[in-house]
């Protein structure tokens, strides 16, 4: 008999909060908010075709700033 032993894989263990299973705080917005302020910068572009990725970077970068402004307050 082999008398070494194998190590188990484990789960990564993430740190608890209070209740013991609480999510991470988000540091950016949502892909729901980013979707939203997306096709509100279509609307103002006069719904031009053809920008929808430039349209959802700016979102994400508009919205990133903003909550990034919001934290330095």
């Not at 194998?6 to 950016?28: I, W």
Request: a positive charge; zero cysteines.
């Amino acid at each position: 008999m082999n008398s070494h032993k194998v190590p188990r894989k484990t789960a990564a263990k993430r740190p608890k909060g209070k209740s013991g299973n609480q999510q991470p705080r988000s540091t950016g917005p949502t892909e729901d908010e980013i979707r939203l302020r997306a096709y509100e910068i279509y609307l103002e572009h006069g719904r031009t075709d053809g920008q929808d990725l430039g349209d959802w970077f700016q979102a994400e970068k508009e919205l990133t700033e903003n909550i990034r402004n919001r934290r330095s307050d």
